[in-house]
């Protein structure tokens, strides 16, 4: 095995196979590779597979399962892990900056010596790429965030942000999927649910995928807004 994989148990039904200790695409494309692969195979007792930035974790029924199989197989599926697949789909999601849909947006832009339609600027410039779902059902973690808007997350962070909020947080931009807590500034927000359990897959982003945000008013926002409240994708894939 590659000295890069490290494959280590979590609890006596999980196992967590670690790549290199970085945040980067070609790392995030070889976990993502494994990921599929282990799918692919199909390994007896194995229940579940959660991608992150760097590691793959296995849930396995430990009594229907020999955790030592499955690790020496998907040691050999991570070292043929090389992340050569394409790059995932461009999503298009709509976003409505400042006001009382991101209520963060000139906080941020006089602590970094912007104007806040150059935080705009900077934060729509960027093509996104999705690395983990978490948190909460469908929030996507996203790298890619332009390092002058780089930004240590709040001191006090707040109990309620509603879902659809557009936040930025250290090096990471994030879209909130359902209401939840939050330290993360926040820009503006989307009518797209990220989660919806209508939808037969209710979740919008996938690892891999990739999100360019475009920069919609308060009354586009309005009218999107009650197209995906009746279950309408208002986000679009790049052709």
């Known amino acids: 095995m590659s000295d890069d994989i490290r494959i280590k148990p979590a609890g006596d039904s999980a196992l967590v196979v670690e790549f290199e200790e970085r945040i980067d695409p070609a790392v995030s494309a070889r976990v993502l590779e494994l990921d599929r692969a282990v799918v692919a195979a199909a390994l007896p007792g194995v229940l579940e597979t959660l991608p992150t930035y ?8 430990p009594l229907a399962s020999d955790p030592a199989a499955i690790a020496a197989a998907v040691a050999k599926l991570a070292a043929a892990a090389r992340g050569d697949a394409k790059p995932g789909r461009i999503w298009r999601i709509p976003v409505a900056y ?4 991101g209520e963060d947006l000139a906080d941020v832009a006089a ?4 104007a806040p339609e150059d935080v705009i600027a900077l934060h729509r410039g960027s093509i996104y790429h999705v690395y983990m779902l978490g948190f909460v059902p469908g929030y996507a973690y996203l790298g890619g965030l332009d390092p002058r808007l780089h930004h ?12 659809g909020t557009v936040g930025i ?12 807590p939050s330290g993360w500034h926040l820009l503006g927000r989307t ?6 359990m209508r939808r037969a897959d209710p979740f919008l982003l996938k690892p891999g995928e990739r999100v360019r945000f475009v920069p919609i008013s308060a009354t586009d926002f309005e009218r999107l807004d009650a197209l995906a409240e009746k ?3 208002v986000a679009e894939v790049e052709s």
């Open 231 to 233: 279950g309408e994708i």
């Open 54 to 61: 760097r590691t793959l974790l296995l849930r396995f029924d």
């Open 152 to 163: 240590s997350r709040r001191v006090n962070p707040r109990l309620k942000v509603p879902a």
């Open 169 to 180: 947080g250290g090096q990471q931009a994030g879209i909130q999927s359902i209401e939840a």
């Open 111 to 114: 602590a970094k010596g912007l």
């Open 98 to 101: 400042g006001g009382a849909l």
């Open 191 to 196: 009518p797209a649910r990220l989660f919806d």
